[in-house]
């Protein structure tokens, strides 16, 4: 039998060679096409993660960064429920108590499944926490609010004092969570701004103190507890405002974009 001559075989293994590339390439772009939609969506979101990472936060952003109206209830409410579950059960200090702790328990909870922020729940539920701890171990339910009393006064001296040694504690905080250090305290704007707005919450904690330490030396109790509701959450919610433009005020309009960008990022968990 005669055997095939050699260039035909050289000619039928281009012939096969070609057929494969162009089934090859006949693949690949199949393959480009029915991947095209999952490429197109990746690169779409992307493209938004990389513009909002970018884009300028806002006051609202900030507002919603420290936890917006939420981080105020998480706060306060646990406080309420005793107020009114000691009022409504006839002055029972253990039912009060215990409703407390359960409504800050619960708000953890829930904070939780949701995956929200605890940070405001953890300081809220440590602090009924101790209050009901004060108040059980000496049986007067005033008691329950002593130790939101000591707290304001630490504070408010504290953060006089940061002021009175030209190192307002919002600048500090400020320095360390930008990692900026003590770069701040060169510009007189920023340690202007932060000194106002550290002046705020002293002044908040100062109001405080003299409103309900005289309620608390004259067994006032509701008038005590209406006053914890009162300079509580609406206080506490008109305070940082007020910081917040004091703050706002105070500096150059490329600064404060500057300085509310650092903060509102670092407080959402992104790096900037």
């Not at 990472?53 to 919603?64: E, I, L």
């Not at 701040?184 to 908040?204: E, I, N, Q, Y």
Request: no cysteine.
């Amino acid at each position: 039998m005669a055997e095939p001559r050699r260039d035909q075989v050289d000619d039928d293994q281009q012939a096969e060679s070609g057929l494969r590339k162009q089934l090859d390439d006949h693949l690949d772009e199949q393959l480009v096409e029915m991947l095209r939609p999952e490429v197109e969506a990746a690169e779409a979101e992307l493209t938004s993660d990389e513009t909002k990472a970018k884009s300028p936060s806002s006051d609202k952003d900030f507002f919603h960064a420290l936890g917006g109206w939420g981080a105020l209830l998480d706060i306060g409410l646990p406080w309420i429920a005793f107020l009114v579950v000691y009022a409504a059960t006839d002055h029972n200090l253990q039912v009060a108590l215990i409703v407390a702790i359960g409504g800050a328990a619960a708000i953890a909870v829930l904070r939780l499944i949701r995956r929200q922020p605890l940070r405001n729940v953890f300081g809220g539920f440590v602090g009924v926490l101790i209050s009901a701890w004060v108040a059980n171990r000496t049986g007067n339910a005033k008691d329950f609010y002593v130790p939101g009393l000591l707290t304001n006064l630490g504070y408010g001296a504290l953060y006089l004092i940061t002021v009175l040694i030209r190192w307002p504690l919002f600048g500090v905080l400020y320095g360390v969570i930008t990692q900026t250090g003590t770069a701040w305290r060169k510009d007189p704007a920023m340690l202007r701004g932060f000194s106002r707005a550290t002046m705020v919450f002293v002044g908040l904690f100062a109001v405080r103190l003299i409103v309900q330490v005289p309620l608390y030396f004259t067994g006032s109790l509701n008038a005590l507890g209406i006053a914890k509701i009162g300079l509580g959450l609406p206080f506490y919610a008109l305070a940082l405002w007020l910081a917040y433009a004091v703050l706002r005020g105070s500096l150059p309009q490329d600064k404060w974009d500057e300085a509310r960008d650092h903060v509102t990022h670092l407080l959402r968990g992104n790096k900037k």
